[in-house]
C-alpha cells in the first residue's frame, strides 16, 4: 500500500536554530498538508498545499514556517528560528480527489 | 476555527464489550466524516469515513452513525480486542483544504 515517508523520525535542535522536515507524498496525490501534535494533544492543521502554493494556512503557520516542493516528489516544512513551543510531533499528509487523506508517521521535532 | 467536539476523553471497555466515541459539530459546511485511528509514535490511520448523505455505514466491526439534523456522528467499535486499544478521533472536511481533528479519545481494552 502507498504510503507517505517523512524524514527525520527524530529531530532534536537548539532553540533559534533552523530546521527542515522533509515529506515523500503518495506520487498521484495532488494535495500536501502539514499538521502538528503536541504531545498528548490533538492534531492542529498548519497548512495545505496544491498546485505548488499555499492554499491555506492557521494561525499557527507565521512568518517563521515556510513551505516547498522543491522537485516532483520532495515537500518540506521549515522553521527558520525555532522556539521551544514548536518541540511536537508534524504529520505530513497527502490527499488524493476522494479526500483520502494519508498521513506518514511523523519527525519528532524537539527544541532544547 | 472550527469547533468538534469528542467525547469521552478515554474510555476502558473489556474485551468483547461495544465501545462508543461520540462528536459533535457547529458548521454545516463538511461534506465528509471520517475517523482516525493512532497507535503510539505513529500518524493517525484512516478507519472508516461517511458522507452526509448516509446515516450509517459498517465495516467489519466499526459503524460510523451520523445524524445530519442533531450534526452528530459517532464510532462504534463492537467485539472490541485489545489490539483496538488506541486514540481515535473525527475529523471534518472543510473543502478542498482541510481537515479538522476531535480532540481525541484514548481506548482501553481489557483482555
Known amino acids: 500500500e502507498p504510503e507517505v515517508t517523512q524524514t527525520p523520525s527524530h529531530q532534536v535542535t537548539q532553540m533559534g536554530q533552523e530546521v527542515i522536515l522533509r515529506c515523500v507524498p503518495i506520487?498521484?496525490?495532488?494535495?500536501f498538508y502539514w499538521y502538528r501534535q503536541i504531545l498528548g494533544q490533538k492534531v492542529e492543521f498548519l497548512v495545505s498545499?496544491?498546485?505548488?502554493?499555499?492554499?491555506?494556512k492557521s494561525e499557527i503557520f507565521d512568518d517563521q514556517f515556510s513551505v516547498e516542493r522543491p522537485d516532483g516528489s520532495n515537500f518540506t516544512l521549515k522553521i527558520r528560528s525555532t522556539k521551544l513551543e514548536d518541540s511536537a510531533m508534524y504529520f505530513c499528509a497527502s490527499r488524493d480527489r476522494n479526500y483520502g487523506y494519508t498521513f506518514g508517521s511523523g519527525t519528532r521535532l524537539t527544541v532544547v | 476555527q472550527q469547533q468538534v467536539k469528542q467525547s469521552p476523553q478515554s474510555l476502558i471497555v473489556q474485551k468483547g464489550g461495544i465501545s462508543i466515541i461520540n462528536c459533535a459539530y457547529e458548521?454545516?459546511?463538511?461534506?465528509?466524516f471520517p475517523w482516525y485511528q493512532q497507535f503510539p509514535g505513529k500518524g493517525p490511520a484512516l478507519l472508516i469515513a461517511?458522507?452526509?448523505?448516509?446515516s450509517e455505514k459498517k465495516e467489519g466491526r466499526f459503524t460510523i452513525s451520523f445524524n445530519k439534523s442533531a450534526k452528530q456522528f459517532s464510532l462504534h467499535i463492537m467485539d472490541s480486542q485489545p489490539g483496538d486499544s488506541a486514540t481515535y478521533f473525527c475529523a471534518l472536511n472543510a473543502g478542498a483544504n482541510n481537515l479538522f481533528f476531535g480532540t481525541g479519545t484514548r481506548l482501553t481494552v481489557i483482555p
Open positions: 461517511i458522507r452526509p448523505d448516509v
Open positions: 498545499f496544491y498546485n505548488n502554493e499555499i492554499s491555506e
Open positions: 458548521n454545516t459546511a463538511f461534506d465528509y
Open positions: 506520487s498521484n496525490h495532488l494535495y
